[in-house]
């Protein structure tokens, strides 16, 4: 099986300390992951993390490196609650649902701009907590993105013209096929955390693919969407019964 590495709440305020170490490991290991950068971050929780001034010009070394930046989200604030009414049934408080088309777009389309002004290229999306409606889908898709890294299945998927790479365990979880993103906060992390890791990539590094790969895995097979559908009634049913 492959793992793609995927990274959360990417910002100016974060632990540095962790990603510095990360950053290190990777170069190592030539491992690629993804980088969930918020564009213009107000999440007060967040900017409590210590700040970095060349923030922007970091990013850029990343996908120098051939890292790839998405965008999560535009400031990480939490306006709207989903009552499980949310896109994929996760639930909890959204940047994006719920809010009208022209707010999406416009949360889009300015993260866009951040992000070409500092000359970095973004082809893909993923919302905070996981929590879109159809009208985030259509906002997307005006701005010019197709690919979205979240959602239920074994491998990537296509649904209402968006490319899904799938992002089911907050834990790291060996499936013996398909693809698995693993989820990482960094700010949630110890030294400890990082040696789980550490160890990871240690053993794993053969398995970790990059973005590109990852999305070369996509199949709109019957029998690929036929899982994918199993695996959404099992873990929806699991969070109904915990
Ligand atoms: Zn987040």
Known sequence: MKILLRFDDITENMNWHLMDKCEKLFDEYNIKPVMGVIPNNQDPILKSFPKRDNFWKVVKSWQQKGWEISMHGYNHLYNQKTFKKDYFK???????????????????????????????????????????????????????????????????????????????????????????????????????????????????????VNYDTALSLLSDKKIDKLFNKLIYFILILKRKIF
Do not use: C, W
């Open 90 to 208: 996760h639930g909890g408080r959204s940047e994006f649902f719920g809010e009208t088309l022209n707010n999406q777009s416009d949360k889009i389309i300015k993260g866009l701009e951040i992000f070409k002004k500092n000359q970095i290229h973004i082809r893909s999306f993923f919302a905070p907590n996981h929590t879109y409606d159809d009208n985030t889908f259509v906002a997307l898709k005006r701005s010019g993105i197709f690919e979205v890294i979240d959602g239920y299945g074994f491998k990537p998927y296509t649904q209402n013209e968006i490319k899904f790479i799938p992002q089911l365990f907050f834990k790291i979880f060996f499936l013996p096929f398909g693809l698995q993103t693993t989820q990482i906060h960094l700010n949630d992390m110890n030294e400890d955390d990082f040696n789980l890791l550490k160890d990871l990539i240690e053993k794993k590094n053969q398995n970790i």
